[in-house]
């Protein structure tokens, strides 16, 4: 007997019969028209919301790739710039170090920077060539500047307006017997003593040798320095010194033609111990400026601060500050004060400004502060430049001044 063949046709008979059992289906009827409307409408509606969106999503992805196109552009610059950079720093810091390489294999000094100004940069200038090795021997010390021995000497000397002695008469030749200012006449007192301290000096230097035979002077404040070395370094104090003796007694030279370095070579060797510098005010009593700091008399620096803070000093210390901090605002004022004409009156009659300010003394500040006690309400509670007031004092009240 077949045994699987009876166990399918079983099976088969099983399965008729369940199908006959079960009931019938129900057919899913047609949704009514107005129902198909809505679904269609709300289909049309997906669609077009679908639509507007996949646009935004579009844009978005055009302005996102326009975005990251411009990043990646800057980006590219930002590199390139930094590379640039990178670059000539490198080149920079390469030039500096070969720079400082090359100096310290010369022995030369480091270049150094001012604070707060611009900084120059080192490899400026062509770097010079390795040098050729050494001695171990350490090198000869440098020679002493030129000017140092005269210095040391002669003191600062008030300096004497030439102007005044032409106008005596006193009028001196060049060593090829020339006039030492041409044209002198016509020119003002300012221009006349500037061209005479100028030609005087360039006439010296010009007669090194005519000096070599002349013996060195052994007293006076050029005792045991030769002519030649007076003669190559002169300086206009040395000139002024000069014409101290020549206003002290102008008539040996009065309507003479002396040859100036002939004149001034005899004065050194002669006359120069004898010479007297002139003091056009040597008699100033010393004026304390606590008790004008107190009536509201402040000066101020010529950048616009106060020259005196005097919180928790003593008189004596605040009277001390002043005059030191004055004399060093108008040392700073050298410059500014190189524009303006000498004084015509008083005792800095013909003396430049410059000159003033640049060799200024505690007299000097005593002597503008006896004006200053005279005249407080012309002071108090102004807060003056102290530069201003002094230079506007000694060409315009110096005279009227009362010691």
Known sequence: MDRPKVQRARRRSEIIEEEEEAPPQKV????????????????????????????KIDEAKENV???????????????????????????KVGGIIAGLINRRLNKGPLPTSSVGGGEQD???????????????????????????????????????????????????????KQPLVANASQLSDQALNAYFIENAIADAHKCLKLVEKFPEPTDGPYAGISLVYLFENIRPDDVYYFLHYVQDKPKPFIDKQFKFSEAFASWVLKRSAQTRIADPFPQVP????????????RFQTVTRKQLVIAAGKSPAEVDA???????????????????????????????????IFKRIQPRDIHFFLHYVKSQPDVFRNRNLKFSEAFASWILKRSHETQL
């Open 28 to 55: 899913a009827a047609p949704p009514p028209s107005r129902t198909r409307e809505l679904q269609a409408k709300q289909a049309t509606e997906l669609r077009g919301n679908i639509q507007e969106i996949s646009t």
């Open 321 to 355: 500050m002043f005059i030191q901090n004055a004399m060093e605002d108008a040392r700073q004022c050298v410059d500014f004060v190189s524009q303006f004409p000498p004084s015509k009156q008083g005792p800095y009659k013909d003396r430049p400004l410059r000159d």
């Open 65 to 91: 790739k326009s975005t990251a196109n411009s990043i990646s552009d800057n980006i590219r610059k930002i590199a390139d710039q930094i590379t640039v950079n990178i670059s000539d720093q490198a080149k």
């Open 122 to 176: 080192f490899d400026d200038a062509p770097m010079a060539a390795a040098p050729a090795a050494r001695p171990a021997a350490e090198p000869a010390p440098a020679p002493q500047a030129p000017y140092n021995l005269l210095e040391k000497r002669v003191p600062d000397v008030v300096p004497v307006a030439y102007a005044s002695l032409y106008a005596q008469g006193v009028h001196f030749q060049t060593f090829d």
């Open 286 to 297: 010393e004026v304390p400026y606590s008790p004008l700091y107190n009536d509201n008399i």
